[in-house]
């Protein structure tokens, strides 16, 4: 399994940015699929956002498309996730994940290996 630990979480006003990093360490970084969710109190954990193992496909739920990047070095070992205009309902727990897949998909039974999380908070 690959091990994960997100950093960049924070609060920010409405409109804000913030950069999520995930630094992976373990199984070859380079053959997987990487995710990041996130999961709001009460709610279910919600798929955000995916790169295929070489980091030419991506893949975006609608709520975030033109807002979020995602991106990775694969020397470094990192996935970021550049989070531009942030609003009030992206405040959730956010986390990282591995796949054993090469290329991106949306289904959490799909990925691995978790990180711990990151919290993002964005005041209105």
């Known amino acids: 399994q690959v091990q994960l630990v997100e950093s960049g979480g924070g609060l920010v006003q409405a409109g804000g940015s913030l950069r999520l990093s995930c630094a992976a360490s373990g199984r070859t970084f380079s053959t997987s699929a990487m995710g990041w969710f996130r999961q709001a109190p009460g709610k279910e954990r919600e798929f955000v956002a995916a790169?295929?193992?070489?980091?030419?496909?991506?893949y975006y739920v609608d709520s975030v498309k033109g807002r979020f990047t995602i991106s990775r070095d694969n020397v470094r070992n990192t996935v970021t996730l550049q989070m531009n205009s942030l609003k009030p309902e992206d405040t959730a727990t956010y986390y990282c994940a591995a796949s054993s897949n090469y290329g991106v998909t949306v289904h959490p039974d799909e990925y691995d290996s978790w990180g711990q999380g990151t919290r993002v908070t964005v005041s209105s």
């Open positions: 790169i295929s193992f070489s980091g030419v496909t991506t």
